[in-house]
């Protein structure tokens, strides 16, 4: 290989230059520069092994895709057998995604890193999924034959408890909203008293729902969902012993302290009570309890005084008066 030198020689000299009219010396300084001098080797350019030319592999020409050799009915669990990014030669399906160039289309999927970014489910299509359960199937148990129903299901196992687990695309695979635990149970399925189920309205409040009959104990103070469900569990038994207690200042209460009104004994009876004996006699007293149209009186009279005065709750009542009355 040649190598180049560059040098510069710096002569300086003193001439005489009389006979240009000049009567003192002149100074002159000569300079030369990219002085190069050559090696003896006449060969340049790169080195190559084995005294010939640089081989290089020519160029595979690219073959077909893999969607263009699938069959029609190949089986897709061999495609895609577990979770992996999106291959554009493996899925024959014109999927595109991304932003729309000048009002065009979104772009093709061959290319396409936006499809690589995005988790997929191509592992988990129907039939990957019928495989999983025929493949646990050696695992499992028949479903009982006595829970054939969900009153007997509710019946058997009264407490549910219901979390949620979640799938998204993150730096983790953690939610802390997946710790969240909800216990459920109706208040039928407990035993419980009259003493006992209203103490237990007092202290559960709204979560409580009259409707269903249902009681909904949330958890999400732990940071795991086990301990919420410890928790709860914790929560649900405390609430059933402390219901059953009796402390001393409740054999104080009034009629005016009760959770509801009741029929019983109140005013509204003894006022029906007189005014149909007044008309009927004092033989029926015993009787005028066991009528359909005084049972129904009691509960639109009840309805109206726990649930508030509505359209619904007066008709009721205008309707049990007229009928009780004999109007």
Known sequence: MATHAGRSLLCLGRIRAS????????????????????SSSGKTGLPTRGGGKLGRRPKRAPGDPRTEKMPVDQDWTAV???AAPFRPGSVPLPVRMGYPVKRGVPPEKKGNLELIKIPNFLHLTPAAIRKHCEALKAFCTEWPSALDTDAKCDEHFPVKTESTDYVSAGPSVRNPAARVVRLKVKLSCLNLDDHAFKKMLKLVGERYCRDTDTLTITADRCPLRQQNHDHATYLLTVLYHESWKTEPWEAQKSVA??????????????????TLVRAEGEEVREQLLGRREVHEYKDSVTRLKNEGESERTVMLYKEAVKKVLDL
Do not use: C, F, I, K
Request: charged residues 20%; aromatic residues 10%.
């Open 257 to 274: 302290d009760m959770e509801e009104y009741s029929w019983e004994d109140s005013p509204s009876q003894r006022n029906l009570v007189d």
């Open 80 to 82: 895609y057998p577990a």
């Open 19 to 38: 006979g240009l009219g000049l009567q003192g010396p002149l100074s002159r300084v000569t300079y030369a520069t990219h002085v190069s001098t050559r």
